[in-house]
């Protein structure tokens, strides 16, 4: 199991969930949740905080006074590559263990109301916790967590611990990036403009056409379109080629990215 982050670490606590005196310390449990499955992941061995932070932030998934939305930690998860359920759990965890049998990823989060069984208590209001492992073991039910907010870290029994205090989960299901990033087939002589300002998830135009026949270029993809819109695959390509020249892996294009794809050039023109 990797590193448990915890929500009140000093190089990301700090920052705000969504604004004002909200914090990552404070309110960031649905996004620490995210991180600690991804963070399991060597696609994503250099992925930050601060960056699923953003994304959330970004989408309006942090909601002030609230925590974060349900749907966001869902939609943030199949942002980064898991196809997510979310079952109904209701009285009974009949549909959640069907689909846990049938996971290849046997990972996910689960939001805890307060109570306390078996001498464990997960919150005292409600609180987002991942898992990143399940079990059955003598017809009970056993989940491995990693918990941003308390301590309660390791395996833990459904039956014992949890019985009657999930209101809502969700379950990954699959991950679409399970192989290591795509190498760089060209490295010099790039021919045409590069971007010249930052772009990300969600831009549109022309700088975004720019970076995208830069990106079709260097890996050689015959998938990514050139087409003006900073989608997921662009997005991929982009977390790969900063992965593949020692870059952080952020998936944005600001100045030390283009910085380094200026590296790749000889000559400019159109």
């Not at 990552?24 to 994503?44: F, M, Q, R, T, W």
């Not at 930690?73 to 759990?89: D, K, Q, S, W």
Request: one cysteine or more; charged letters at 25%.
């Amino acid at each position: 199991m990797a590193k448990i982050y915890k929500q009140w670490d000093s190089r990301y606590g700090y920052l705000k969930y969504p604004y004002g005196s909200k914090t990552l310390a404070s309110s960031g449990c649905g996004c620490l949740s995210v991180y600690n499955i991804l963070i399991e992941k060597p696609y994503y061995h250099n992925l930050t905080v601060k960056r699923v932070r953003d994304y959330m932030v970004g989408k309006g998934y942090a909601i002030y006074g609230n925590g974060t939305a349900r749907s966001g930690v869902a939609e943030t998860l199949e942002h980064f590559g898991f196809t997510v359920r979310v079952p109904n759990v209701g009285s009974t965890m009949k549909y959640a263990f069907e689909y846990l049998a049938k996971s290849k990823e046997k990972s996910g989060v689960i939001l805890f109301k307060a109570g306390t069984r078996g001498g464990v208590t997960w919150t005292g209001g409600g609180h987002y916790v991942a898992f990143v492992d399940y079990k059955v073991k003598n017809g009970k039910h056993y989940f491995k967590m990693k918990d941003s907010g308390r301590w309660n870290d390791g395996w833990f029994c459904y039956e014992t611990t949890m019985r009657g205090l999930i209101p809502w989960m969700c379950i990954n299901m699959e991950f679409k990036h399970n192989k290591e990033y795509p190498k760089l087939k060209r490295t010099k002589g790039y021919p045409y403009k590069l971007p010249t300002e930052t772009i990300k998830y969600g831009s549109k135009g022309k700088q975004v056409k720019r970076w995208q026949r830069f990106l079709k270029w260097t890996f050689k993809s015959k998938k990514l379109k050139v087409g003006g819109g900073f989608k997921s695959y662009t997005e991929y390509l982009t977390m790969a080629f900063q992965y593949r020249t020692a870059l952080d892996v952020d998936g944005i294009v600001g100045k030390k990215t283009r910085d380094k794809a200026k590296t790749f050039k000889k000559r400019i023109k159109g």
